[in-house]
């Protein structure tokens, strides 16, 4: 399983951009390769709208890894992801010209 978190801003033609001003998409890919599954996360991040700015982390997990200390966000991502080959989590934050913030 490979863990990878990405900062992104929505694609300029996307219904999102209205509305968010970004997102961290949190994915899990269930496959032994981190390019591959960097590739297939690139691809499916795309597909719904969003631009990658950067990868905040990347690297294999396994599901020892949340004994301690993690929500159960991360655990059921994780099983998901197993039964399912990827599962994805997205938390948009408020485009900051709607929330009143400097644009």
């Known amino acids: 399983m490979i863990f990878i978190h990405f900062n992104c801003i929505p694609k300029w033609d996307s219904e999102n951009n209205a509305e968010y001003g970004g997102a961290f998409i949190t994915c899990w890919i269930n496959v032994n390769d981190v390019f591959e599954a960097e590739q297939f ?8 709208g969003w631009q990658i700015e950067s990868i905040e982390e990347k690297y294999p997990i396994n599901l020892s890894d949340y004994e301690d200390d993690h929500s159960n966000e991360g655990v059921n991502s994780y099983k998901s992801a197993v039964l399912n080959g990827s599962s ?3 938390h948009t934050f408020p485009n900051e010209e709607l929330s009143g913030g400097v644009a």
């Open 88 to 90: 994805f989590t997205i």
């Open 41 to 48: 996360a690139r691809k499916y991040i795309d597909s719904i």
